[in-house]
């Protein structure tokens, strides 16, 4: 098999990732077939791609011809079986729950044709958790997109013991077409490449706050001004939330038992003061004037 067998592709789960990766998938040519158990998370996907395509006209970066033949390429369904049924290449976008995708690889494994190679665009579970509940695990491997998955042009293909050259190959191939940038990480890790460069800065950055070294808003300057990030790990963490910050921190120490892995003192004193970020109001930054 190679790239060029690849015509029909299903994505599984309508959510914040999975609706964007097949409007994608479309409007790159595929046959695409967008799957979610909730109705109402279907029509919302729907609704996305009839007023993403004429805007992306209306911005002059597509033609009428080509938002009508994406339109054209792009079906939803709440039934895995028919949405699967046909599949060359599936990239499952559900919960992060490895029971759930445990369960959706083995429906996979058993609707899809033999041929077909079932990714998982999970940012943490890693693909040998999951390729023993089917009867190819060769064909089994992460497919990480970033958020949104319509702009953010990295992707990871993280190839586990069990995952075989051919559908490494023919991942990177896909990423291609769809005009993504592909990274090959030989071995699973947790956390995959770009998070852990993201979260080896962000303890550098808390260090560097709770020795009292400098300040939130000088330490986010040297990443923007020195290192030409587009912002700061602070104004980055107000965005993802440091209610987050502070559980992954915390499931983080517990998996491993590492006191260096707990949430550092800052992390902490935001947490239980209810200052989780952009969305409460105030976090590292203020943003009362904004609510
Ligand atoms: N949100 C991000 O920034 C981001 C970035 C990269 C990767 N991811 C990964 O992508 C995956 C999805 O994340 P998300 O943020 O899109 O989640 P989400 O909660 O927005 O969407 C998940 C969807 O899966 C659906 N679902 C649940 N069970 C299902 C089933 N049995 N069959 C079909 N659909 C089912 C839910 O109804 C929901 O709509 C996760 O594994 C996550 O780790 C997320």
Same mark, same amino acid.
């Given at each position: 098999?190679?790239?060029?067998?690849?015509?029909?592709? !299903?994505?599984?789960?309508?959510?914040?990732?999975?609706?964007?990766?097949?409007?994608?998938?479309?409007?790159?040519?595929?046959?695409?077939?967008?799957?979610?158990?909730?109705?109402?998370?279907?029509?919302?996907?729907?609704?996305?791609?009839?007023?993403?395509?004429?805007?992306?006209?209306?911005?002059?970066?597509? !033609?009428?011809?080509?938002?009508?033949?994406?339109?054209?390429?792009?079906? @939803?369904?709440?039934?895995?079986?028919?949405?699967?049924?046909?599949?060359?290449?599936?990239?499952?976008? $559900?919960?992060?729950?490895?029971?759930?995708?445990?369960?959706?690889?083995?429906?996979?494994?058993? &609707?899809?044709?033999?041929?077909?190679?079932?990714?998982?665009?999970?940012?943490? &579970? $890693?693909?040998?958790?999951?390729?023993?509940?089917?009867?190819?695990?060769?064909?089994?491997?992460?497919?990480?997109?970033?958020?949104?998955?319509?702009?953010?042009?990295?992707?990871?293909?993280?190839?586990?013991?069990?995952?075989?050259?051919?559908?490494?190959? &023919?991942?990177?191939?896909?990423?291609?077409?769809?005009?993504?940038?592909?990274?090959?990480?030989?071995?699973?890790?947790?956390?995959?490449?770009?998070?852990?460069? @993201?979260?080896?800065?962000?303890?550098?950055?808390?260090?560097?706050?709770?020795?009292?070294?400098?300040?939130?808003?000088?330490?986010?300057?040297?990443?923007?001004?020195?290192?030409?990030?587009?912002?700061?790990?602070?104004?980055?963490?107000?965005? !993802?939330?440091?209610?987050?910050?502070?559980?992954?921190?915390?499931?983080?120490?517990?998996a491993t038992g590492d006191p260096a892995q707990r949430p550092s003192p800052s992390v902490v004193?935001?947490? $239980?003061?209810?200052?989780?970020?952009?969305? !409460?109001?105030?976090?590292?930054?203020?943003?009362?004037?904004?609510?």
């Open positions: 098999m190679n790239i060029d067998d690849v015509k029909n592709i !299903t994505v599984v789960g309508a959510g914040n990732m999975g609706h964007q990766i097949a409007t994608l998938c479309a409007i790159k040519g595929y046959k695409t077939v967008c799957t979610d158990v909730k109705e109402d998370v279907l029509k919302k996907a729907e609704a996305f791609v009839d007023k993403y395509l004429p805007g992306r006209v209306k911005k002059g970066k597509l !033609t009428e011809e080509q938002a009508m033949q994406a339109r054209n390429n792009i079906r @939803f369904t709440q039934s895995l079986d028919d949405a699967a049924k046909e599949a060359d290449y599936v990239i499952e976008a $559900v919960l992060e729950v490895v029971d759930l995708k445990r369960k959706i690889f083995a429906d996979l494994d058993r &609707i899809t044709p033999e041929h077909a190679i079932l990714a998982t665009n999970s940012s943490f &579970i $890693v693909s040998s958790k999951i390729a023993d509940a089917t009867k190819r695990p060769e064909k089994v491997c992460n497919l990480h997109f970033f958020n949104p998955a319509l702009v953010m042009k990295l992707v990871e293909v993280v190839q586990g013991p069990h995952t075989g050259d051919e559908t490494v190959e &023919i991942s990177m191939d896909l990423c291609r077409n769809l005009e993504k940038v592909p990274v090959h990480l030989k071995k699973e890790v947790d956390g995959f490449l770009l998070n852990r460069i @993201f979260r080896a800065i962000n303890h550098e950055a808390l260090w560097l706050l709770d020795m009292g070294v400098a300040s939130v808003e000088d330490i986010d300057k040297a990443c923007v001004y020195g290192a030409g990030h587009p912002m700061g790990p602070f104004r980055l963490n107000d965005l !993802t939330g440091i209610d987050l910050a502070y559980t992954m921190a915390m499931e983080s120490f517990k004193e935001h947490y $239980v003061k209810g200052e989780y970020g952009e969305k !409460t109001g105030k976090g590292w930054y203020d943003y009362s004037d904004k609510q």
